[in-house]
Each structure stands twice: as C-alpha cells, then as structure tokens.
C-alpha cells in the first residue's frame, strides 16, 4: 500500500492564509507574547528542574528512611535478644548467687570440720611425738641397762677367782658397774708399783671392757692414806698404762683423786674423836674402778 505525499508548504499555506488573514495583530503586542511565553516556558523549565531535583531528594530521602527502617529494625531485633540476653544473664547471676551461698554455708561446715580435725590432729602429733620420745628414752635405757648387764656378767666372770677369794668386790654405783680392790693390796707401799696378782686381775678387767668402745672407765684412788694428790695421780697413772697397753685408750679414762686427810693442828690439842671408818669393800680405802656406759646417741 502507497502511502500518500502531501506538499507540507503548499498545506500549511492554504491554512494559514486564511488564519493569516483573521488573525492580523500588532507587532508589540505579539513580542509581549512571545516574551511571555518564553518566560513561562523558562519557569516551566525551571520548576521542571525543580520538580526533577526534589523528586531525586524524595528519592533518596526514601532510600534513606528504608535504610533507617531496616536498621531500626535490626536494632529492634538486637535489642529483643539483648533483653533476652539480659533476662537470661539476670537468672544465671540469680542462680550463682545461690549456689555461691550454697557453697560459702557448705565452705563454713567444712572449716568447722577441718579447724576440729586440725585441733585434734595437733593433739594427736603432740602425743605422737611424745610417745616416740617416751619410746626412744625407753629403747635407749633399755640398751644402756642391757650393755651394763653384759658388762657386769663379763667382769664378774673375768674375776671369778679375785672375787672367791675375796680379795675383788663388784658392785654398783648409781647403777653403773664397779670394781673395788684393797688399795693397800694394789700398790707397793706409798709408792706406784703395782703387785703382780693385782696386775693379773686388772688386766682381765681389761680384756672384759676393751671391746665395747661405748664404754668408758674412771679410776678413783679412795686410800686413807697420808699420801699427797701427786701420788694418788701417780698411782692412777699406772693402772691407766695398764688398761692403754690391753686397747682401752686414755679417751675412755677418767680419774678421781680425794683429798689426803689434815694433819691436827696445835700441841696439845686433844686429838678428834674417831668414827668407825667404812671398809675399802664399802669405797673408802680402795681402788675404784667404774666401767661407765654414756647413753646411746637417738638414732
């Protein structure tokens, strides 16, 4: 189908003059409407700029709040949790709380408990410790009783024969094994000499003690007589050669010298009243031998 051709000049001439014809104005009064029209056309543009850039404010002002809804409503969704957070925190601390004075009640009847136990505990040791050093005490005096028995039995029956012919006595002294011989059978006179048969008997005592080194002697010269302390210490001397050459050293030696006796003073004086003086069996006058045992060091 052919679509018709129309003469747009020759068209728009056959209906503008007529239109020309009527509508003849004057010229100022067109340029005021054409300059009106131009001014309205301006203002259409500008309000049309207006209404374009306040639409884009709308616009964004829309996204804006939509953001702020969303986040408005993450918030009110965070804040829900927190509260249940809270709530929940709230009811945990509630139940600590109980549970902490459940604990500090229980805490508190276990101290009592341990205070009693502590208390009785510390009794206890104290006994304990007690007992112990009762039993060590015990165990060592039973050692010491023990070693002086032995001591006696070996003793008496290294002088079995001095003691039948009595000529030895044995004995205690604050319960530590003793020898007695006569002084005057012991020594020569005043001098230090030893006599044969006394040496025989000294050396079996010897003999008897050198082995327990925990034993210890102490030689005591209780004569009556006249002789000064340097002759007592002399005659000690010897016995104490004697018991060096047989193992007992001079370490385990002791010696005890009495005064010798004062002479009266004044002529004419009446002389003192004699008392019956002990015999050498009873320790005046004798040579005393005490074989000591010191206590045994707690082990």
């Known amino acids: 189908m052919t679509k018709p051709r129309f003469c747009l000049p020759l068209v728009c001439a056959v209906i503008l003059s007529p ?110 410790e007690r007992a112990e050093a009762r039993a060590k005490e015990l165990e060592t005096a039973e050692r010491g009783i023990a070693t002086k028995v032995l001591v006696m039995r070996d003793v008496t029956l290294a002088l079995a024969e001095p003691v039948a012919a009595g000529k030895v006595v044995i004995t205690t002294v604050e319960g530590k094994p003793t020898v007695r011989f006569d002084a005057a059978e012991v020594f020569s006179g005043k001098g230090a000499d030893l006599k044969p048969d006394i040496v025989a008997a000294l050396e079996r005592i010897a003999l008897a003690v050198a082995p327990r080194g925990d034993a210890h002697l102490e030689l005591s010269d209780l004569s009556t007589e006249a002789a000064t302390p340097e002759d007592r210490i002399a005659r000690l001397e010897r016995v104490a050669d004697l018991f060096s050459g047989k193992g007992i050293g001079f370490e385990r030696l002791g010696f005890s010298v009495t005064p010798a006796p004062e002479a009266p003073k004044g002529a004419g004086t009446a002389p003192p009243e004699k008392k019956p003086v002990p ?13 000591g045992v010191p206590p045994a060091s707690p082990s």
């Open 279 to 291: 015999g050498w069996r009873d320790g005046p006058g004798s040579l005393q031998i005490v074989v």
């Open 19 to 128: 239109l020309a014809a009527a509508c003849v104005v004057p010229q100022n009064r067109y340029d005021e409407a054409t300059a009106k029209l131009r001014n309205e056309e301006a203002l259409r543009r500008q309000s049309e700029a207006e209404l374009a850039r306040v639409s884009a404010d709308v616009v964004r002002l829309s996204q804006a709040l939509d953001g702020k809804e969303q986040s408005l409503v993450a918030r009110e969704g965070d804040l829900a949790k927190a509260q249940l957070d809270a709530e929940r925190i709230s009811r945990e601390k509630t139940d600590a709380v109980e549970l902490v004075e459940q604990l500090r009640g229980e805490l508190g009847r276990v101290g009592d408990h341990l205070r009693e136990y502590s208390g009785r505990k510390q009794e206890l040791e104290a006994a304990l």
